[in-house]
Each structure stands twice: as C-alpha cells, then as structure tokens.
C-alpha cells in the first residue's frame, strides 16, 4: 500500500496540485461547516428576514444583464465579422475595453454621472423642467446598467471567436438559397454560436453574482453585499456563512445549467 501511495505522489506536480487544491476547498469547507452547524433559530431568522429578497434580488440582477449582454454581445461581434464599415478594426479592439475598468470604477462614474444633482440630471431638468428626475443610478436599472455595460465584452469575445472559426458556406448557401441576412443569422449563425453563447452567459452570471465593488457602490442588496454587512456591521460570521453557502449553491446550479446546455448544443462542422 505504501509503495502504490509513494507511486502516486512522487511527482512533484501532483504534490503541488494537491497542495494546491487542499487550500482551494479550505474556505469552502469551514464556510460549509459555519452554516451547517448553525443553530436552526439563526437560518430561520435569516429566511423569515433576508434571504428571499436577496436570493430574488441577486437572481433578477443576473438574469437582466444577462440579457442585455446577450444582445450586445452577439449583435457587436456579429457587425465586427459580417459586416464591412469605416473603423471596423478599431472597433474590434475597443469593444473589449470595458474590461479594463473594474465594476467598482464604472459604477463611481455613473453614480457621478446620473446621480442628484449630476450632469446629466441638470442637462435634463434645462430640458424638461427643474423638478424632472432621471432613474438614480443607486438602484436596480443603475446596477443592471453598470454590471451589463462592464461584462458585455464576455460574450462579444466568445461570441466573435465562434463567428471567426465558423465555416461561412453555411451562410453562403442560405443566402444563395434568397435568405435574408437577418434570417440567415437567426436560423443558421446563432444556432452554430450557442455553445460560445452559453459560455459567454455563464461568465457574465457567475461574475455578476460573485461582484462586490459594483453592488456595494450603488447600495444594491445581494448576496454579496449581505455577506460584507454580516461579517462588517453586525461581525455575525455564522449568518454570513449561511449567505455564502447559498451563493456557492446558486454559482454552481448556474454552472451545471450551462453544462447541460452547452452538451445539448454541441455542434460539428467541417472547414476548408
């Protein structure tokens, strides 16, 4: 037994990959025994209180910049590969540039930008009156808006490999066939992209819901947010391992989502 377990962990990337994988699980393993362990008044406080509305919240957050971003994502890099206009390549290029900007960045800026008193409220109250107010950014549309405007790059990327690496014929013979562009990209192109789609999605959602700076700036309640205030302003760390383990949950049931969906959408084509 000792000589298969000296066999096994000689290598020295194996030890390290152990190592490595022991410290990874360590955070998780005693947030998961934190909650467990609680005591049953302290989850049913937190039910009865807060978890709905965060769980409501955190969901409605990643589900509408999910959207959003699809909808950038895929009809950007559908223009940059398809279509020929004046600064194409520049565009290429600067449509990722929002991922240089941390979340918690742009959201100072739109605080800055739409909030009281800023100045695009005082542009807009010169144009439809002093008393006219614009959304406040500090909100769920200004969290939807900062969060979808940060992490629409994640689809338009994969999105943009997969029309790159696409066999155009299947295009070509749809459009030989009297298919409209338009149709042709939604009967041909976005079916072949689902897969590089799915995975664009998932990125932006898992981001969305593991995101702190963003959410905390706009003071917009989610689980993330919850866990800081627990852990902060109340130093409840058990009622803060209860929240964390309800967010591994919902990262991983969106993880085995698009697994799912991404094995039900798998595509084989030939090039050349």
Same mark, same amino acid.
């Given at each position: 037994?000792?000589?298969?377990?000296?066999?096994?962990?000689?290598?020295?990337? &194996?030890?390290?990959?152990?190592?490595?994988?022991?410290?990874?699980?360590?955070?998780?393993?005693?947030?998961?025994?934190?909650?467990?362990?609680?005591?049953?008044?302290?989850?049913?406080?937190?039910?009865?209180?807060?978890?709905?509305?965060?769980?409501?919240?955190?969901?409605?957050?990643?589900?509408?910049?999910?959207?959003?971003?699809?909808?950038?994502?895929?009809?950007?890099?559908?223009?940059?590969?398809?279509?020929?206009?004046?600064?194409?390549?520049?565009?290429?290029?600067?449509?990722?540039?929002?991922?240089?900007?941390?979340?918690?960045?742009?959201?100072?800026?739109?605080?800055?930008?739409?909030?009281?008193?800023?100045?695009?409220?005082?542009?807009?109250?010169?144009?439809?009156?002093? &008393?006219?107010?614009?959304?406040?950014?500090?909100?769920?549309?200004?969290?939807?808006?900062?969060?979808?405007?940060?992490?629409?790059?994640?689809?338009?990327?994969?999105?943009?490999?997969?029309?790159?690496?696409?066999?155009?014929?299947?295009?070509?013979?749809?459009?030989?066939?009297?298919?409209?562009?338009?149709?042709?990209?939604?009967?041909?192109?976005?079916?072949?992209?689902?897969?590089?789609?799915?995975?664009?999605?998932?990125?932006?959602?898992?981001?969305?819901?593991?995101?702190?700076?963003?959410?905390?700036?706009?003071?917009?309640?989610?689980?993330?947010?919850?866990?800081?205030?627990?852990?902060?302003?109340?130093?409840?760390?058990?009622?803060?391992?209860?929240?964390?383990?309800?967010?591994?949950?919902?990262?991983?049931?969106?993880?085995?989502?698009?697994?799912?969906?991404?094995?039900?959408?798998?595509?084989? &084509?030939?090039?050349?």
């Amino acid at each position: 037994m000792m000589a298969i377990l000296r066999r096994n962990f000689s290598s020295p990337l &194996q030890i390290f990959s152990i190592v490595t994988a022991t410290f990874l699980v360590l955070p998780l393993t005693y947030v998961t025994y934190l909650a467990l362990s609680a005591d049953a008044v302290v989850w049913g406080r937190l039910w009865a209180t807060r978890i709905p509305e965060l769980l409501f919240n955190t969901v409605s957050l990643a589900a509408s910049v999910a959207v959003i971003t699809l909808v950038l994502g895929v009809s950007t890099a559908w223009l940059v590969t398809r279509v020929e206009f004046p600064g194409r390549r520049l565009w290429e290029g600067a449509l990722v540039l929002p991922l240089a900007m941390p979340t918690y960045v742009l959201a100072y800026v739109y605080s800055y930008l739409l909030g009281f008193g800023g100045p695009v409220e005082h542009l807009w109250q010169l144009a439809a009156g002093p &008393q006219a107010r614009i959304f406040s950014p500090h909100s769920y549309s200004g969290a939807t808006l900062v969060m979808a405007l940060d992490t629409f790059p994640f689809v338009y990327l994969l999105s943009r490999s997969a029309l790159l690496s696409m066999n155009v014929s299947f295009e070509e013979v749809a459009r030989a066939s009297g298919v409209s562009r338009l149709s042709t990209l939604w009967r041909v192109t976005l079916p072949l992209m689902r897969p590089s789609i799915a995975a664009g999605i998932a990125l932006v959602i898992l981001y969305v819901v593991s995101d702190f700076g963003a959410v905390s700036l706009l003071r917009y309640q989610t689980l993330t947010y919850a866990v800081f205030q627990q852990m902060t302003g109340r130093s409840d760390n058990t009622a803060a391992s209860i929240l964390s383990l309800l967010l591994v949950g919902l990262a991983l049931i969106f993880l085995i989502t698009e697994r799912w969906f991404r094995q039900r959408s798998r595509f084989y &084509q030939t090039t050349g």
